[in-house]
């Protein structure tokens, strides 16, 4: 008697997926066609297993971008133009005569009026879309639910969160970005008399000050202890009890993460790091499945600023983001010069956020007089400052780097696009406008 054998399965289920994909092919090369539903797939596919590997497959060659829960752009049609389409197919009526534009949540933009409420929710890679009843007043999307703090991401809400954001290039990556968002959670659950947290660094910027358009996984913060518990236990000593403490809080808000001893606390406790590790659902050697959270004691010069997070538990003390620009600086000041950059390549991220920093730098002041106590506080010698800036300039692996570095942080192309990476030399161009302004470069130079 025959046994069947392991891969007899997966070739029948290849030769339904076949099927499906040529029923779905069909679909696709229909002139004009921007949109494509599932339940239009489904009507022509052998089964339903079979029409979502289809799916799959054709997502995987670039061929079709999911925007929604069963809708699908066609070849490079963007969510504003496969949008209208897909309603229609639906069964909605679009009101607005003039076509949809695509907006990002950064800039608010337009709406489309359609003939009844929907509260689907489209969206890809940055971009979403709004609706209007007959009466004009705008309908807040429909949420998939979300998991709590404590429950490590579903997937699919690692799909959906794919799906929707420009930053994540892959399913790990989306996976890291929702743990990075519930381990926020948890610094802004974490309140002590004891020490003030206040948020810093990529992260800060990202998500509490949006002033960045890539991803970003390690959370750096600044913390000073309060004077009564300096004064009972020692300066020192208190430093070190809180971030044993906070390290103690996150351990037990989320369970999913757990401590290492890959982090070190420095004797005097003015730096310390905790590193976590969590098992992924869809590892990736490209993503370091776990948080580092970064606590210094370095006192600020500018008056903090209270942001909320989207989504988030609470408004949060922050760095101002010409602050953390002089601490992006007196990185590359001192590491691009000894050549540390070697051992640690994505230092370019550093130039990323400065050329995306020349907005707030331009408006902290328009001379270096204005910005110099900021820049000297951090200790940015205006010598390493010249040396890193000609370094960055005139080594071509570094324009090598920050390709690599875009290419694994986002999805969005290298261009000059709303939502594109600016070009390498762009960036040298913002970074040394900059450091002009602060009086970092005092003479013209390359960029």
Known sequence: MSVATHDECPTRDRTATDRALSAIEILLAESGRTALLRREALAVGPSAGAVDRALRRLRSQGRIRRYGAGIYGVG????????????????????????????????????????????????????RMSFETRSGRLLPPARPPMTRAEEFPTTAETEAHYESFHWCQSWARAEKDLCVAKALDAVESFDTPQVQLVLDGG???????????????????????????????????????????FCDHVAEA????????????????????????????????????????????????????????????????????????????????????????????????????????????????????????????????HAGVRQAFDILSFRAEFANLYIDYTQRMGTEKIGFGPLDHLPWDSVLERMGQGARIAGLLRDESPG
Not at 97 to 111: H, I, K, Q, T
Not at 355 to 363: D, S
Request: glycine residues 8%.
């Open 76 to 127: 490079g049609a963007r969510v504003f133009q496969a949008a209208p389409e897909a309603l229609e197919r639906l069964g909605y009526r679009v009101l607005s005569p003039e076509p949809a534009r695509n907006w990002s949540a950064r800039r608010n933009g337009s709406v489309l009026r359609l003939d009844r409420p929907c509260h689907r929710q489209i969206r890809g890679h940055g971009v």
């Open 254 to 381: 989320l369970p999913w993460l757990v401590p290492t001893r890959k982090g070190r606390v420095r004797r005097d406790g003015v730096v310390q790091s905790f590193i976590f590790q969590y098992e992924s659902r869809v590892p990736d050697p490209g993503v370091v499945p776990g948080i580092k959270f970064e606590i210094v004691s370095v006192p600020w010069v500018c008056p903090l600023r209270e942001r909320r997070r989207t989504a988030g538990v609470r408004a949060m003390p922050t760095v101002a983001p010409v602050e953390i620009a002089a601490g992006k600086w007196a990185a590359l000041a001192r590491k691009i010069p000894d050549g540390s950059w070697r051992t640690a390549p994505d230092l370019v991220r550093h130039a990323h956020d400065l050329a995306e920093l020349l907005t707030p730098i331009e408006e902290a002041g328009t001379g270096p007089q204005g910005l110099a106590e900021v820049f000297d506080h951090h200790d940015v010698e």
């Open 203 to 245: 992260t800060c910027l990202s998500a509490y000050h949006r002033l960045l358009r890539r991803f970003s996984e390690d959370i750096d913060m600044r913390i000073r202890p309060s004077p009564a518990a300096a004064e009972s236990i020692g300066r020192d000593e208190a430093l070190k009890a809180a971030g044993a403490a």
